[in-house]
């Protein structure tokens, strides 16, 4: 087996590794930073779009509900005894 070779510039080498380790740190960091407020979004769209899901289902009650309230006397007795058991 022949020598190993002689490293001429070891404080270069050095230096290279530092700054690679730190770049790779920071990122690191920003990635998880990025992770972090895309998530904190996607939650927050998500109360949004509940909370709109939820005002929408109770205005389509009340629509319902003045529909049912609009009918005949005896189809509007039919219709609640079917659906509601009233």
């Known amino acids: 087996?022949?020598?190993l070779p002689v490293l001429e510039h070891e404080s270069a080498l050095k230096n290279y590794l530092c700054?690679?380790?730190?770049?790779r740190c920071l990122?690191?960091?920003k990635r998880n930073e990025m992770l972090r407020r895309h998530h904190a979004e996607i939650f927050s769209s998500s109360?949004?779009?509940?909370?709109?899901?939820?005002v929408e289902e109770q205005?389509?009650?009340?629509c319902i509900h003045a529909a049912i309230e609009q009918l005949p006397p005896?189809?509007?007795e039919v219709?609640?005894?079917?659906?509601?058991?009233?």
């Not at 109360?47 to 939820?54: A, I, L, M, R």
């Not at 205005?59 to 009340?62: A, T, V």
């Not at 219709?79 to 009233?86: A, E, T």
Request: aromatic fraction near 12%; proline fraction near 0%; charged fraction near 30%.
């Open 79 to 86: 219709f609640k005894l079917s659906r509601f058991g009233d």
């Open 59 to 62: 205005e389509l009650r009340l």
């Open 74 to 76: 005896k189809c509007r």
């Open 1 to 3: 087996m022949g020598n």
């Open 47 to 54: 109360e949004d779009s509940y909370v709109s899901t939820f």
């Open 27 to 29: 990122n690191h960091l």
């Open 19 to 23: 700054k690679a380790v730190v770049n």
